[in-house]
């Protein structure tokens, strides 16, 4: 009899060593609002495409290029002496505005100023850091930039409002070679 007794308390002791029993959550999250807003992305960024399409076909004077990141852009001045472009860490200085994509002056060139900007290390946005590295010294462009590139879900807080695709003129005046790139 006390075989029994040890071998209950024994299989007893083995079933309590179960450990506890996970929660079940009580709802189960699709990712509904991620996907949705990813469709809502998609189809205001077509809009925005479909915009500047239009735009581009309406220009017949001039030869416009896509970039690689999504913007377009033709040049006013060209500088074919040179085959030097900016790199990472490099300092550049420049001039450029921001225009409506109806030419609506948001920030004149004069407003913002000439700046100096450290090629990928410093804050500007993203259609404008990209755009620098595809004009040489002395160049001037003007690149048509959908919201994605421009400001944005946010705008700027001040003058460009949310989801506003922009234009924006950009003279690259000086090239600074930095020791790292010069010997890459």
Same mark, same amino acid.
């Given at each position: 009899?006390?075989?029994?007794?040890?071998?209950?308390?024994? $299989?007893?002791?083995?079933?309590?060593?179960?450990?506890?029993?996970?929660?079940?959550?009580?709802?189960?999250?699709?990712?509904?609002?991620?996907?949705? *807003?990813?469709?809502?992305?998609?189809?205001?960024?077509?809009?925005?495409?479909?915009?500047?399409?239009?735009?581009?076909?309406?220009?017949? #004077?001039? %030869?416009?290029?896509?970039?690689?990141?999504? *913007?377009?852009?033709?040049?006013?001045?060209?500088?074919?002496?040179?085959?030097?472009?900016?790199?990472?860490?490099?300092?550049? %200085?420049?001039?450029?505005?921001?225009? *409506?994509?109806?030419?609506?002056?948001?920030?004149?060139?004069?407003?913002?100023?000439?700046?100096?900007?450290?090629?990928?290390?410093?804050? $500007?946005?993203?259609?404008?850091?990209?755009?620098?590295?595809? #004009?040489?010294?002395?160049? %001037?462009?003007?690149?048509?930039?959908?919201?994605? #590139?421009?400001?944005?879900?946010?705008?700027?807080?001040?003058?460009?409002?949310?989801?506003?695709?922009?234009? *924006?003129?950009?003279?690259? $005046?000086?090239?600074?070679?930095? +020791?790292?790139?010069? +010997?890459?």
């Amino acid at each position: 009899m006390k075989k029994y007794w040890l071998l209950i308390l024994f $299989l007893g002791s083995l079933a309590a060593c179960d450990g506890p029993e996970p929660r079940h959550p009580k709802e189960r999250k699709t990712g509904s609002f991620i996907k949705a *807003s990813v469709e809502r992305n998609k189809a205001l960024l077509a809009k925005e495409e479909k915009l500047i399409q239009s735009i581009i076909e309406k220009d017949s #004077l001039r %030869t416009y290029i896509a970039s690689a990141s999504g *913007s377009w852009y033709y040049y006013h001045q060209k500088n074919e002496a040179s085959n030097v472009f900016p790199a990472p860490d490099d300092l550049v %200085t420049l001039a450029y505005n921001v225009v *409506s994509l109806t030419n609506d002056t948001i920030y004149s060139g004069e407003e913002i100023g000439i700046i100096k900007y450290k090629v990928d290390k410093e804050e $500007l946005f993203p259609g404008l850091r990209n755009s620098v590295k595809l #004009l040489k010294e002395k160049e %001037t462009a003007t690149f048509l930039f959908p919201s994605s #590139l421009a400001y944005g879900y946010l705008g700027d807080k001040d003058r460009i409002g949310v989801n506003v695709p922009i234009k *924006s003129t950009i003279t690259l $005046l000086k090239i600074e070679k930095q +020791q790292d790139s010069i +010997q890459n």
